[in-house]
Structures are given as structure tokens and as C-alpha cells.
């Protein structure tokens, strides 16, 4: 069935540093590919998203690509901030096959100043 | 000028007990999930109605029981409570035909005691 991979986390960076959360899924036909982020105590928002291959979705300084080869989106933003600490998903949905959006098990992000 | 508003927003109860927890959208869209969140912060879908019609049930216990009453509203009951039950509840709601993304509420913690 469809599924999503991502990096276990937690992941613990300073403030500006780089990062990266790597995602690779699985799934019959060309889904599309989103990720979510979760602040704490509250519920879901979308970062970004990306539907078709090699399309780049970005919002907020982050940037995920569409990898149709690697079956892979993953997250990146050049300087991370105290305020990114958030739980990050990557999901894919699949039009026309299961309906529903898959998503991967979460990585927790910790910027410190 | 909450988008997806859910109610309670903490719930505390005994095992055994039967509860409800309501989800409101006022962004029109046609189709609602319901979505469980475990302890490690784990996501997976419930059910889904789209235009008041169940079209996604994952194998969840039949003490779950989503009611409709319309396109706006997608409410939670659950029978005979058991302490597994315990997690964060989040209701979604998108728009079928224009976009696969979805929007969340701010969830509902739920603790069985």
C-alpha cells in the first residue's frame, strides 16, 4: 500500500543552522506530496506542497522538491529559527487510489538560540 | 473566524463512559475526516464523509461512531470508552473537486481514566 517514510527524529539544531528532513514514500501512480507542520499544542498547517514531479513547493523559507526518481520530497530551510520548533510530516495523497491523505510518522525539530 | 473549530478542546473521563466530541468547518468544503493521533504523535485517518456520505472507514473499533448532519458539521461519538482511547483527536476538512489539501483543527486531547 502507499506509504511514507520519514527521518526519526528528534532533531536538535542551533538557530541558523541548516536543515534537512528527509521523506521517501511509496505509492502506485504519481501522488501528490505535502508537508505539515504541528506547533505545540496546536493542530496541523500546511507548510508546503508539491504535485506533480520535479514541481518545488516552498513557503516560509522552507523548500521541498518533488523527486519522481528517488520518490522523494525533502524539507530544507538554509537558517532555521527558535520559532520553527514544530513537528514536521510528510504525507502524499493519492487521487483516485485510497483518497486519504498518508502521512509519516512526524519529526520533531528543537532550534536552540 | 475559526476555520475548523473543535469541541472540547480537552476531555477527561472514566473508562466506560460515552462521549462526543463536535467539529465544525466554515470554509464550505464538501468533505470532513476524523483523525487519531497516538501518544508518539502518530497520524491516522478514521473516517472521512464527503457531502454527508461515509466514504472512508479504516478499521476502527465500532465503539466509533461519526455522525453528519450536514456538510458543515462531522461529530465523534464514542461508546463504552477504554483507556487506549486516549489521544488527540483532529477533525479536517477540504474541498473535493478544487484541492487535495486539507485543513485542521486545533484538536481535542482526550485522557480515559
Known amino acids: 500500500g502507499d506509504s511514507v517514510t520519514q527521518m526519526e527524529g528528534p532533531v536538535t539544531l542551533s538557530e541558523e543552522a541548516f536543515l534537512t528532513i528527509n521523506c521517501t514514500y511509496t505509492a502506485t501512480g504519481y501522488p501528490s506530496l505535502f508537508w505539515y507542520v504541528q506547533y505545540p499544542g496546536e493542530g496541523l498547517q500546511l507548510l508546503l506542497k508539491a504535485t506533480k514531479a520535479d514541481d518545488k513547493g516552498s513557503n516560509k523559507g522552507f523548500e521541498a522538491t518533488y523527486r519522481k526518481e528517488t520518490t522523494s520530497f525533502h524539507l530544507e530551510k538554509g537558517s532555521v529559527q527558535v520559532s520553527d520548533s514544530a513537528v514536521y510530516f510528510c504525507a502524499l495523497y493519492l487521487q483516485g487510489g485510497s483518497e486519504k491523505l498518508v502521512f509519516g510518522k512526524g519529526t520533531k525539530l528543537t532550534v536552540n538560540p | 473566524d475559526t476555520a475548523v473549530s473543535q469541541t472540547p478542546k480537552y476531555l477527561v473521563t472514566q473508562m466506560g463512559n460515552d462521549k462526543s466530541i463536535k467539529c465544525e468547518q466554515n470554509l464550505g468544503h464538501d468533505t470532513m475526516y476524523w483523525y487519531k493521533q497516538d501518544s508518539k504523535k502518530f497520524l491516522k485517518i478514521m473516517f472521512s464523509?464527503?457531502?454527508?456520505?461515509?466514504?472512508i472507514n479504516e478499521t476502527v473499533p465500532n465503539r466509533f461512531s461519526p455522525k453528519s448532519p450536514d456538510k458543515a458539521h462531522l461529530n465523534l461519538h464514542i461508546n463504552s470508552l477504554e483507556l487506549g482511547d486516549s489521544a488527540v483527536y483532529f477533525c479536517a476538512s477540504r474541498d473535493w473537486t478544487s484541492t487535495d489539501t486539507q485543513y485542521f483543527g486545533p484538536g481535542t486531547r482526550l485522557t480515559v481514566l
Open positions: 464523509y464527503n457531502n454527508k456520505e461515509l466514504i
